[in-house]
Nanobody, 126 residues
Framework: QVRLVQSGGGSVQTGGSLRLSCQVS????????MAWFRQAPGKEREAVAT???????TYADSVKGRFTVAKNNAENTLSLEMNSLKPEDTAMYYC????????????????????WGQGTQVTVSS
């Protein structure tokens, strides 16, 4: 059973930085497809970044150039470095994983991932 445990997050002012981490257990991170999603109050869950088994990365347009996703296979972890944070980045952030590749062009859809972390809050104040 794949288990994802998140850490990091918190509160910062506009322009600040935060780092999220997701510890993978129950499988080797080399063989799974992973992603970060976020959900703000009253809004649908949206993809932030995805990373495939061989390291192929996709970012949402809203975070390109500010966020960096990385997978550390030696430590079985997924991370999200968030810089130049904006109030609109405020949300609950979730890491996600699946043993199978997302269907073509659907890597940003939450339905493509079976396993989810517990969520961690990121709050950016103006």
């Amino acid at each position: 059973q794949v288990r994802l445990v998140q850490s990091g997050g918190g509160s910062v002012q506009t322009g600040g930085s935060l780092r999220l981490s997701c510890q993978v257990s129950g499988t080797d991170s080399r063989w799974i497809y992973m992603a970060w999603f976020r959900q703000a109050p009253g809004k649908e869950r949206e993809a932030v970044a995805t990373i495939g088994r061989i390291g192929t990365i996709t970012y949402a347009d809203s975070v390109k150039g500010r966020f960096t996703v990385a997978k550390n296979n030696a430590e079985n972890t997924l991370s999200l470095e968030m810089n130049s944070l904006k109030p609109e980045d405020t949300a609950m952030y979730y890491c996600a994983a699946d043993l199978n590749p997302p269907r073509y062009s659907r890597e940003l859809q939450s339905s493509e991932y079976d396993y989810w972390g517990q969520g961690t809050q990121v709050t950016v104040s103006s």
